[in-house]
Antibody, heavy 118, light 112 residues
Framework: QMQLVQSGAEVKKTGSSVKVSCKASGYTFTYRYLHWVRQAPGQALEWMGWITPFNGNTNYAQKFQDRVTITRDRSMSTAYMELSSLRSEDTAMYYC???????????WGQGTLVTVSS | QSVLTQPPSVSAAPGQKVTISCSGSSSNIGNNYVSWYQQLPGTAPKLLIYDNNKRPSGIPDRFSGSKSGTSATLGITGLQTGDEADYYCGTWDSSLSASNWVFGGGTKLTVL
């Protein structure tokens, strides 16, 4: 069945970068957008960006424009989200999610907790 | 603050009905499909409603969605304690050159 499996929890230092992976299975990887969404502790969902796995096109939320890079490896059916210049406010659960016909985020990864401390 | 506006919290007794509103603009809800997500404590969000009012397979018909103009509403009837969760609306926003996805600020449902 359709699955998105993310990499494990990370603990990072302030100012460093983190790269989270999202491996897709059970469907044609190039078929739909893959989004990255984050959720700080006790806070709302926050959209970060999407990638079209077919051609690698991306679009990022303005807030993260200069710090986030979303890529994919079609041969591995895997998408990646790299966030640089980490600060304590980036401590959050990071989710990947696949969109469907009308744009709805139909499948979600299990989440990857990123903790940033000095 | 979020592009889409939701009430921070709603509450109702078991068996009762509750509605959660989601207000936006012509650049998002007004011209795009709305979806709703349920997030139980400590879990990833789950798609509840898509295309404004459609339910994915496995979602009970106690959950319903509607849209009018630049607002959308999630309805839950026959409330159960297991419905206690955070609920989010989401849709595309085309106010910039490329479409961004936007969420509401989330609504915490308490079943008293």
């Amino acid at each position: 069945q359709m699955q998105l499996v993310q990499s494990g929890a990370e603990v990072k230092k302030t100012g460093s970068s983190v790269k989270v992976s999202c491996k897709a299975s059970g469907y044609t990887f190039t078929y739909r957008y893959l989004h990255w969404v984050r959720q700080a502790p006790g806070q709302a969902l926050e959209w970060m960006g999407w990638i079209t796995p077919f051609n690698g096109n991306t679009n990022y939320a303005q807030k993260f424009q200069d710090r986030v890079t979303i890529t994919r490896d079609r041969s591995m059916s895997t998408a990646y989200m790299e966030l640089s210049s980490l600060r304590s406010e980036d401590t959050a659960m990071y989710y990947c999610a696949r969109s469907d016909v009308f744009g709805e985020l139909i499948y979600w990864g299990q989440g990857t907790l990123v903790t940033v401390s000095s | 603050q979020s592009v889409l506006t939701q009430p921070p919290s709603v509450s109702a007794a078991p068996g009762q009905k509750v509605t959660i509103s989601c207000s936006g603009s012509s650049s998002n809800i007004g011209n795009n499909y709305v979806s709703w997500y349920q997030q139980l404590p400590g879990t990833a969000p789950k798609l509840l409603i898509y295309d404004n009012n459609k339910r994915p397979s496995g979602i009970p018909d106690r959950f319903s969605g509607s849209k009018s103009g630049t607002s959308a509403t999630l309805g839950i009837t026959g409330l159960q304690t297991g419905d206690e969760a955070d609920y989010y609306c989401g849709t595309w926003d085309s106010s910039l050159s490329a479409s961004n996805w936007v969420f509401g600020g989330g609504t915490k449902l308490t079943v008293l």
